[in-house]
Nanobody
Framework: QVQLVESGGGLVQPGGSLRLSCVSSGIIFSSSVMSWYRQAPGDKRELVAR???????YYTDSVKGRFTISRDNAKDTVYLQMNSLKREDTAIYYC???????????????WGQGTQVTVSS
């Protein structure tokens, strides 16, 4: 069974920082593409950042220069460091994995349960 467990969300003032973590189990983490998505009320879920097995990151334009995605393959964990937070960053943040459960298995998408990030004064 694949599990992605997010943590680190909460309430923060504008300009503040948060660090999200996502611990995975049940997939071959080192070869998985790991992503963070977010969904605000009434909006579609959007890709925030992505990092592949080789470490190359992608960011959506609205977070470039403020957010950093990283991974620790030894801990099967992906992180999202969020700095200079804005009110429009308020959303539920979801961890996503695109990977395989075994060496001979197929690739599939997996989701965490989400963690709430609220940016407000």
């Amino acid at each position: 069974q694949v599990q992605l467990v997010e943590s680190g969300g909460g309430l923060v003032q504008p300009g503040g920082s948060l660090r999200l973590s996502c611990v995975s189990s049940g997939i071959i983490f080192s070869s998985s593409v790991m992503s963070w998505y977010r969904q605000a009320p009434g909006d579609k879920r959007e890709l925030v950042a992505r990092i592949d097995g080789g470490g190359g990151p992608y960011y959506t334009d609205s977070v470039k220069g403020r957010f950093t995605i990283s991974r620790d393959n030894a801990k099967d964990t992906v992180y999202l460091q969020m700095n200079s937070l804005k009110r429009e960053d308020t959303a539920i943040y979801y961890c996503n994995a695109f990977g395989r459960r075994s060496v001979f298995g197929g690739m599939d998408f997996y989701w965490g349960q989400g963690t709430q990030v609220t940016v407000s004064s």
